[in-house]
């Protein structure tokens, strides 16, 4: 095992080890609580299963949480220009291709998306502070891999692909779900089109696939940790979406799976 993950990985220092092990465990504890119906607090979920308290909840407009929640990171990658100018080949590719992951969804959230709720503001701030952390830690684990032998087997090529197709699939699909509704319409409705006709969430799909583009592209192991922590999460908030929608819908299909075409 571990002299696969010297072929595929830079090696790792114990600080990267460690907040690697954070990120897979804290995002998949939080994709586990979606499968169980503690959702967090946005979108279509803004309280459902939650429990009933006296405390106040505070929220935001959609649009103004979600670009709370993204700016930061766009602002960390961006900033990663700055503070590594010089660095090689592979770390341009990183730094770029994560800061227009970020300023792709800024887009979206201003020009694409049509919102109906809000979000609950105690589940915004993790949500921000998950992506910016991530964010940091992709990079900095790529600041601190440089002079090291390059892996065995090189991905970055291959990487800048996966993460071309992902995101285009992913910006292909968002603007479907966007004609779903006029400005003014606040209903849900059940998306059609693209590969909603096999699965509910294509969109993560092709968000998934981004970010293991960006992992491959990196090859280090804080990155590849992102990438299986985010995998986990948007599979447990798929596999709720699906439920949400064949308790809304009637007529839902029953053959359209959560996230992966006929599997899951």
């Keep these: 095992m571990e002299s696969v993950l010297t072929r595929l990985f830079f090696p790792a220092p114990l600080l990267i080890k460690a907040m690697s092990v954070v990120c897979v465990v804290s995002l998949g504890k939080v994709g586990l609580s979606e499968i169980r119906g503690k959702h967090m607090q946005y979108s279509k979920f803004l309280n459902i299963g939650e429990k009933k308290s006296n405390k106040k909840q505070i929220q935001v407009s959609s649009r103004t949480g979600m670009l709370i929640a993204y700016t930061p990171s766009f602002l960390a990658g961006a900033i990663s220009f700055g503070l590594f100018p010089n660095e090689d080949l592979r770390f341009l590719f990183v730094k770029s291709t994560l800061t227009f992951h970020f300023f792709k969804r800024i887009l979206e959230v ?96 092709f968000e998934i696939l981004g970010i293991l583009g960006i992992s491959l592209t990196a090859q280090t192991l804080y990155a590849f940790s992102f990438f299986i922590g985010s995998t986990l999460y948007l599979m447990g908030r798929s596999y709720a979406t699906r439920r949400w929608y064949l308790s809304q819908f009637k007529d839902f299909p029953q053959d359209v799976k959560a996230l992966i075409p006929f599997v899951f």
């Design 110 to 205: 201003l020009f694409i998306h049509r919102y109906s709720g809000g979000v609950d503001v105690e589940s915004l701030t993790p949500i921000t502070l998950s992506y910016f952390t991530s964010s940091v830690f992709v990079i900095y684990a790529q600041h601190l891999a440089q002079g090291l032998p390059e892996p065995a087997v090189d991905l970055k090529y291959p990487g800048i692909v996966l993460f071309l197709i992902g995101i285009t699939g992913n910006f292909y699909h968002h603007c479907l779900l966007s004609k779903l509704r006029s400005k003014n319409d606040k209903e849900y409705k059940v998306p059609k089109g693209g590969l909603f006709d096999l699965v509910i969430c294509p969109h993560y799909l």
